[in-house]
Nanobody, 115 residues
Framework: QVQLVESGGGLVQPGGSLRLSCVAS????????MGWYRQVPGKQREFVGT???????NYARSVKGRFTASRDNAKNTVYLQMNRLRPEDTAVYYC?????????WGQGTQVTVSS
């Protein structure tokens, strides 16, 4: 079992930055591929990016060049650095941990981009 807790969300102006954190407990994070997703009310959860256990990353086209995923296995934590934020980035952001057929999700953190 893996428990994930996201933090770092909040209100930011367009063009600003936020860094989200996802702390894992209950297992060794280093063996998991970690993902970031986001969801707005009434829409399906949307892929944002992933970082595998070797540190290789993959991003949605809408965030590529603005968002960066990283991980600190010693702290059992993954991060999502979000720069040049846009109003359309407003959503609840979730992290997940994937190992084979097992997928675990955090509870989400709200990001609001507004002036």
């Amino acid at each position: 079992q893996v428990q994930l807790v996201e933090s770092g969300g909040g209100l930011v102006q367009p063009g600003g930055s936020l860094r989200l954190s996802c702390v894992a407990s209950g297992s060794i994070l280093s063996i998991y591929t970690m993902g970031w997703y986001r969801q707005v009310p009434g829409k399906q959860r949307e892929f944002v990016g992933t970082i595998d256990r070797n540190g290789s990353t993959n991003y949605a086209r809408s965030v590529k060049g603005r968002f960066t995923a990283s991980r600190d296995n010693a702290k059992n934590t993954v991060y999502l650095q979000m720069n040049r934020l846009r109003p359309e980035d407003t959503a609840v952001y979730y992290c997940n941990a994937v190992l084979g057929p097992d997928i675990y999700w955090g509870q989400g953190t709200q990001v609001t981009v507004s002036s």
